[in-house]
């Protein structure tokens, strides 16, 4: 027998010494078992079709969900931070370096942002409209053109099914880890056309996304833990009317 086998021998008496060990002890050390999916929910198993399939029916059925990263459309980079529910949502986007934070409740939507953005978006043709509606949540018109632009990233149901969506031939591409849990990563096109990281702890909601040719990074947690919309004080409310600031 020649020292490379001998070795290899050597090693695998003690992986399985230590891994006995541990199995009698606290638990099952990762790596001791040859199934990567012991102990998990099982979608780590199926046909990358069906775990989307799995991940979007677990997402659409959640109650509430938190999504925040970027999100890359029409050349505009947005970083979001948004609670969403099937009543509404809130939270904050950032563009060009500029915050502006979102409310929807019911039909409602409220937009509350700094003099900075106010101005910009008028052109910085009337400063004073800028100071008006500084720190004041802004009642946005339904029929105003960034009402249904800016409802969407407040909307749980349309966010999640454009994003949820990986293009091309799915294929599976190993188990991976997001924030301390265990995944199964799915891709589109390997990987041209997006990748999904997939819970296999519990229920298989997605977790990590990374868009289609480099149009974001989301990660979604917080699923199914409600929050509360509560609706502004008056004092803290402006009705623009009609039509908000271009």
């Known amino acids: 027998m020649t020292a490379i086998a001998l070795g290899r021998i050597r090693r695998t008496s003690l992986v399985s010494a230590v ?3 541990v199995v009698t002890g606290t638990g099952l050390l990762a790596g001791c078992s040859e199934d990567p999916d012991a102990g998990t929910n099982g ?8 775990i989307q399939s799995r991940t979007r029916a677990a997402a659409e059925s959640a109650e509430a969900v938190r999504l925040s990263g970027t999100v890359v459309t029409n050349g505009r980079t947005y970083t979001l ?30 937009l509350k942002a700094g003099a900075e953005f ?19 949540y802004v009642k946005v ?6 009402y249904k632009k800016f409802s969407g990233f407040t909307d749980k149901d349309v966010l999640l099914d454009g994003l949820l969506t990986l293009h091309g031939a799915l294929a599976t591409d190993g188990h991976h880890e997001q924030a301390g849990t265990r ?11 997006g990748t999904l990281d997939v819970s296999l ?7 990590r996304l990374e868009r289609a040719g480099g149009a974001g990074t989301l990660t979604f947690s ?3 833990k409600d929050f509360s919309l509560t609706e502004p004080k008056k004092d803290e409310t402006v009705d623009y009317g009609k039509k908000l600031p271009t």
Not at 43 to 50: C, E, H, I, M, T
Not at 119 to 126: E, F, I, L, S, T
């Open 183 to 193: 995944t199964i990563r799915i891709t589109g096109d390997k990987g041209s056309g």
């Open 118 to 136: 106010w101005n910009h978006a008028d052109g910085n043709k009337d400063a004073s409209a800028g100071g008006a509606l500084d720190g004041k």
């Open 222 to 224: 917080s699923w199914g």
């Open 81 to 110: 931070d948004m609670r969403l529910k099937s009543g509404g949502g809130s939270g904050s986007v950032t563009s060009k370096g500029v915050a502006f934070g979102l409310l929807r409740i019911g039909e409602q939507l409220y």
């Open 19 to 21: 891994c006995a060990l």
């Open 141 to 146: 018109p339904q029929g105003d053109p960034s």
């Open 201 to 207: 702890e519990g229920t298989p909601y997605p977790l």
């Open 43 to 50: 979608v780590g198993k199926l046909p990358a079709d069906k």
